[in-house]
């Protein structure tokens, strides 16, 4: 049974910097895709930020230079490291994991229940 748990959100004025952490069980963690994604009140859920099996990114336009993503296999947790906030990166982030290499696509196949970032 997959598992992903995510934490690390908070409130942060904007300039500010947070860091999500995802942990992950339940399967072999290094050889599948992650990534985070956001969603905001009203709006659809979007990729933020994305790393293939074989350390490969991708990020959406909206956070290049600002967000990093990163993992650790042996610790099986995926992090991403927030920098420079916006009011706009206000949303609940979550992460995404998946056997294939989806990178910012919304069709992961296991999802975190997520955590919540608001800037002000």
């Known amino acids: 049974h997959v598992q992903l748990v995510e934490s690390g959100g908070g409130s942060v004025q904007a300039g500010g910097s947070l860091s999500l952490s995802c942990t992950v069980s339940?399967?072999?963690?290094?050889?599948?895709?992650m990534g985070w994604f956001r969603q905001a009140p009203g709006k659809e859920r979007e990729g933020v930020a994305a790393?293939?099996?074989?350390?490969?990114?991708s990020y959406a336009d909206s956070v290049k230079g600002r967000f990093t993503i990163s993992k650790d296999n042996a610790e099986n947790t995926l992090y991403l490291q927030m920098n420079n906030l916006s009011p706009e990166d206000t949303a609940m982030y979550y992460c995404?994991?998946?056997?294939?290499?989806?990178?910012?696509?919304?069709?992961?196949?296991?999802w975190g229940r997520g955590t919540q970032v608001t800037v002000s």
């Open positions: 995404a994991a998946d056997r294939f290499n989806l990178q910012l696509s919304r069709y992961y196949t296991n």
């Open positions: 339940g399967y072999t963690y290094s050889r599948h895709s």
């Open positions: 790393i293939a099996h074989d350390g490969t990114t």
